[in-house]
């Protein structure tokens, strides 16, 4: 198994900056890309932003060019830095790995961090 925990979430006005980080531990051999998902309540879990272990990287389009993914490959830690944020923003944030086990991927996600946007 493979545990996630996020952690930097928090309050923040409009405009604003917030950094999110993850931190994986546990049975890792290898993990193939980590990302970022948000969920707000009657929504489905939609992707924020992902990046492989070769450090390639993909966005939704709500959120480039502004929010930045970068990824420490040692340390099994992915960041998450959000500027200008919006109201819009706001949403439990998850973290989100796999790991290739045997001949699948498995994933794994983190328990959620909130992050409020105030207007």
């Known amino acids: 198994q493979v545990q996630l925990v996020e952690s930097g979430g928090g309050l923040v006005q409009a405009g604003g900056s917030l950094g999110l980080s993850c931190a994986a531990s546990?049975?890792?051999?290898?993990?193939?890309?980590m990302g970022w998902y948000r969920q707000v309540p009657g929504k489905q879990r939609e992707l924020v932003a992902r990046?492989?272990?070769?450090?390639?990287?993909n966005y939704a389009d709500s959120v480039k060019g502004r929010f930045t993914i970068s990824r420490d490959n040692a340390k099994n830690t992915v960041y998450l830095q959000m500027n200008s944020l919006k109201p819009e923003d706001t949403a439990v944030y998850y973290c989100n790995a796999d790991q290739l086990e045997g001949s699948y991927y498995r994933d794994y996600w983190g328990q959620g961090t909130q992050v409020t946007v105030s207007s």
């Open positions: 990046i492989t272990s070769g450090g390639s990287t």
């Open positions: 546990g049975r890792i051999f290898s993990i193939n890309s």
